[in-house]
């Protein structure tokens, strides 16, 4: 199941978000969404956990939880929509 994490610190690594889900289960991939032009956070990512029971129970306990001094918001990630292309 993959999972969205929100308003994440811009110092947070793969490795401090893999570390805070394997609390609740086997984490199977971490990806920090980056600025492609900067390199930079955007402040959310995706976690994706190989049992989806694992990963709601870690989706109810880390929601409002903080990390690194930020407090996350984290649910169960929706699929990707087309958006029209912008010129």
Known sequence: MNIYVGNIS???TEDDLRQAFEE???VTSVNIIT???TGRSKGF????ME???DAETAIAAMDGNSVDGRNLRVNE????TDRPKRF
Request: hydrophobic share 40%; proline share 5%; charged share 35%.
């Open 77 to 80: 990630a929706r699929p990707k």
């Open 35 to 37: 600025d492609r032009d």
């Open 24 to 26: 609740f289960g086997s």
């Open 51 to 53: 049992d989806a029971a």
């Open 45 to 48: 990512a995706f976690v994706e």
């Open 10 to 12: 811009w110092g947070t």
